[in-house]
């Protein structure tokens, strides 16, 4: 059997009340929590450490709502407008660097500069 280490276990919990809700109007009642873990060793021998399991509980005040919902096919064509649009920016872009790049460069080498 393996000897556990002596010393000072302190567990953080934090709680945040959670509701979900679907599109068919199921609602579920729930929590999320998440979990700090802190240890600090005791010197064996010294009576000034402080040594066992302590757990702190935080419960929030503020409860989070995920609601699931359908988007309209409107919505959807906007935002593949949006992605085509900006594609053809991007695109109209860099063709302009190339553009311009280019006929410097033939500009460079018509005046000698770069041979």
């Known amino acids: 059997m393996q000897k556990q280490p002596i010393g000072l276990y302190q567990y953080f919990i934090k709680v945040v009340p959670t509701m979900y809700s679907d599109v068919s109007g199921h609602t579920i009642q729930s929590n999320q929590f998440s979990v700090t873990e802190h240890y600090k060793g005791a ?21 989070v709502t995920f609601t699931e919902q359908h988007v309209s096919f ?7 407008c949006a992605i085509v649009g900006g ?29």
């Open 43 to 63: 010197d064996i021998g010294l009576l000034d450490s402080v040594t066992g399991v302590f757990f702190f509980y935080d419960l929030s005040p503020i409860k």
């Open 74 to 80: 409107l919505h959807f064509l906007t935002n593949v």
């Open 87 to 115: 594609v053809f920016t991007v695109a109209g872009i860099i063709d302009s660097c190339i553009y311009h790049g280019h006929n410097a460069m033939k500009r460079k080498m018509v005046i000698g500069k770069i041979s």
